[in-house]
């Protein structure tokens, strides 16, 4: 008997249980974001008398909450404070990477 083959089907097995491990897990990370994404897309009433129905078992979709949440957040003054934020750190984080990098440069030649 081959020793790679032996080797190899216990390989295929390991990663076949890795695999169905880890399909698992993500299917159990990604519930509570499905769940929520299928409710933003329902009626309350429809929330509150089956959160686990899928979309196809209710009656109608409704892209209300959206408006509503985007409404009440004042959801362009705060993607207004995310962006400079993140350009902000963006320009510092090049800017000083791009002289550290000089430096160390100059210092190993």
């Given at each position: 008997?081959?020793?790679?083959?032996?080797?190899?089907?216990?390989?295929?097995?390991?990663?076949?249980?890795?695999?169905?491990?880890?399909?698992?897990?993500?299917?159990?990370?990604?519930?509570?974001?499905?769940?929520?994404?299928?409710?933003?897309?329902?009626?309350?009433?429809?929330i509150?008398?089956?959160?686990?129905?899928?979309?196809?078992t209710?009656?109608?979709?409704?892209?209300?909450?959206?408006?509503?949440?985007?409404?009440?957040?004042?959801?362009?003054?705060?993607?207004?404070?995310?962006?400079?934020?993140?350009?902000?750190?963006?320009?510092?984080?090049?800017?000083?990477?791009?002289?550290?990098?000089?430096y160390?440069?100059?210092?190993?030649?």
């Amino acid at each position: 008997m081959n020793q790679t083959s032996i080797g190899g089907t216990k390989k295929k097995v390991a990663d076949a249980l890795a695999m169905t491990g880890l399909i698992i897990i993500f299917i159990a990370y990604m519930f509570p974001f499905i769940m929520v994404v299928i409710n933003s897309l329902k009626q309350k009433r429809d929330i509150i008398k089956s959160p686990f129905s899928w979309l196809f078992t209710i009656k109608g979709l409704s892209f209300d909450n959206f408006v509503k949440a985007f409404n009440q957040m004042n959801f362009l003054n705060a993607f207004k404070n995310s962006l400079i934020v993140t350009a902000s750190a963006t320009i510092l984080v090049t800017l000083l990477a791009a002289m550290l990098a000089y430096y160390y440069f100059k210092k190993t030649i």
